[in-house]
Structure formats: structure tokens, C-alpha cells
């Protein structure tokens, strides 16, 4: 009896050590006041392209497609054929 209360302390006194939390204190410099600002505007992004429907983009994405198909002119200054 007396060997399960002693196990049973240990292993609370185990837990207890491994369970502690740590505790980490950044102090402002300019460093952090630099990293503040650099994820704000990465944060800021990710809103805008969460915020943008995926049809937006690939609307926007083809019209781009047809236009660079709308040339008159090949690279070689030919018209191409219409067809």
C-alpha cells in the first residue's frame, strides 16, 4: 500500500514537472516592431485572396488569355490568319 501512494506521488510529481509551461517575454525593438509590420501585410494579403472568389480570378485570368490571342500581329510583324 504504502509502494502505490509512493508510485502515485512520483508519477503526479512527473506530470507536474513535464506539464510546466515556459513563459517566453519578447521585449519591444525594432526588430519586432519590423516583424509586426511585416506580418500584418502578409496577414492582409491572405484576406484580400480569401476574400476574392476563385471565379474572379479565373474570369480575370482568361479575359488576359484573350486578349493576348486578340493580336493582329505574330511576333514577326505577319498578320496571323484569320480563321
Do not use: C
Not at 480570378?57 to 496571323?80: C, G, I, W, Y
Amino acid at each position: 500500500m504504502v509502494a502505490g501512494i509512493l508510485a502515485i506521488l512520483a508519477t503526479a510529481w512527473l506530470v507536474q514537472r513535464f506539464r510546466r509551461r515556459r513563459v517566453v517575454i519578447v521585449h519591444r525593438s525594432l526588430v519586432t516592431d519590423q516583424l509586426l509590420t511585416e506580418l500584418s501585410r502578409i496577414a492582409e494579403a491572405l484576406e484580400r485572396i480569401a476574400n476574392n472568389p476563385a471565379d474572379q480570378v479565373l474570369a480575370a485570368v482568361n479575359q488576359k488569355a484573350e486578349e493576348s490571342r486578340a493580336m493582329p500581329f505574330s511576333t514577326f510583324d505577319r498578320e496571323r490568319p484569320h480563321n
